[in-house]
């Protein structure tokens, strides 16, 4: 009898999640702007050909160099880069100064030195942006001046744990702001430079053409990489969120029910 009860009571709390957190498989919870989209999920990912289907309409596929490892996301499944040669390229993607970069990542421990998450190469030089995990697990922007701006989050990403990084440059409201978890964590004035005709994205590496510059490559997991090209609100990062855990949430209870009609 109790173990019916128990039955019953999970059943009921997946047919509640599921009205409560609808199950999204695919794309961000917001799409409006929406320019890139790679969920490293096993189904979209094949490491024997070096492809990461973008899910926008697949125009921008990611080359996968190195052999990164596909390992159990935050969403679905990630990819596991090895700090020494893994990485992908998804080439001429962001135009403008209206942007968002979002992404989750996680890390077994907190890198020795500045690692890069993502990089927004210009190939002429002098115009890269980037975002850094650094030692003190704090999230830093790059390059003063010209990309991003110089400044990092006021809370740190903690090892053993997914982290949500949203970066929003928003050209209208002449700020920068960098959330972690959905929440506000770091900001700064004034614009970044427009990636128009200088473009290149990377991820977990500090270049792949600048060889002249010495490679930060990113230890770790990286799950569900999204680009905009505009300034998503602190709602709509919220959301974006909210989304990616509601996703996980149900994820995992509809394993837990697979297991116990086992």
Same mark, same amino acid.
């Given at each position: 009898?109790?173990?019916?009860?128990?039955?019953?009571?999970?059943?009921?709390?997946?047919?509640?999640?599921?009205?409560?957190?609808?199950?999204?498989?695919?794309?961000?919870?917001?799409?409006?702007?929406?320019?890139?989209?790679?969920?490293?999920?096993?189904?979209?990912?094949?490491?024997?050909?070096?492809?990461?289907?973008?899910?926008?309409?697949?125009?921008?596929?990611?080359?996968?160099?190195?052999?990164?490892?596909?390992?159990? /996301?935050?969403?679905?499944?990630?990819?596991?880069?090895?700090?020494?040669?893994?990485?992908?390229?998804?080439?001429?993607?962001?135009?403008?100064?209206?942007?968002?970069?979002?992404?989750?990542?996680?890390?077994?421990?907190?890198?020795?030195?500045?690692?890069?998450?993502?990089?927004?190469?210009?190939?002429?030089?002098?115009?890269?942006?980037?975002?850094?995990?650094?030692?003190?697990?704090?999230?830093?922007?790059?390059?003063?001046?010209?990309?991003?701006?110089?400044?990092?989050?006021?809370?740190?990403?903690?090892?053993?744990?997914?982290?949500?990084?949203?970066?929003?440059?928003?050209?209208?409201?002449?700020?920068?702001?960098?959330?972690?978890?959905?929440?506000?964590?770091?900001?700064?004035? /004034?614009?970044?430079?427009?990636?128009?005709?200088?473009?290149?994205?990377?991820?977990?590496?500090?270049?792949?053409?600048?060889?002249?510059?010495?490679?930060?490559?990113?230890?770790?997991?990286?799950?569900?990489?999204?680009?905009?090209?505009?300034?998503?609100?602190?709602?709509?990062?919220?959301?974006?969120?909210?989304?990616?855990?509601?996703?996980?949430?149900?994820?995992?209870?509809?394993?837990?029910?697979?297991?116990?009609?086992?």
């Amino acid at each position: 009898m109790k173990f019916g009860i128990t039955v019953s009571f999970i059943f009921l709390a997946a047919i509640t999640s599921l009205i409560l957190y609808p199950v999204v498989t695919e794309g961000q919870a917001v799409e409006d702007g929406l320019i890139g989209h790679w969920t490293f999920d096993k189904k979209h990912t094949d490491i024997n050909a070096g492809e990461a289907l973008d899910q926008i309409g697949n125009e921008h596929p990611g080359e996968i160099k190195g052999r990164p490892k596909i390992v159990e /996301g935050k969403v679905n499944e990630a990819l596991k880069f090895n700090g020494k040669e893994d990485y992908i390229v998804m080439g001429d993607v962001t135009e403008g100064q209206d942007l968002t970069y979002a992404m989750w990542i996680k890390v077994s421990k907190l890198p020795d030195g500045p690692k890069v998450i993502i990089w927004d190469d210009n190939p002429n030089g002098g115009g890269d942006a980037w975002l850094q995990l650094n030692a003190d697990g704090t999230v830093e922007t790059q390059r003063g001046g010209d990309g991003f701006g110089v400044f990092k989050t006021k809370s740190p990403v903690k090892g053993g744990e997914w982290t949500h990084i949203t970066y929003v440059a928003d050209e209208k409201n002449d700020i920068k702001t960098l959330y972690l978890n959905g929440a506000p964590a770091g900001d700064q004035g /004034g614009k970044i430079a427009t990636r128009t005709g200088i473009s290149h994205v990377v991820l977990a590496v500090g270049h792949d053409r600048n060889n002249f510059i010495k490679p930060w490559y990113f230890e770790g997991d990286i799950d569900e990489v999204a680009i905009y090209l505009r300034a998503l609100t602190p709602q709509e990062v919220k959301k974006n969120y909210k989304e990616s855990m509601a996703v996980d949430f149900n994820s995992k209870l509809a394993m837990t029910w697979g297991n116990i009609k086992n």
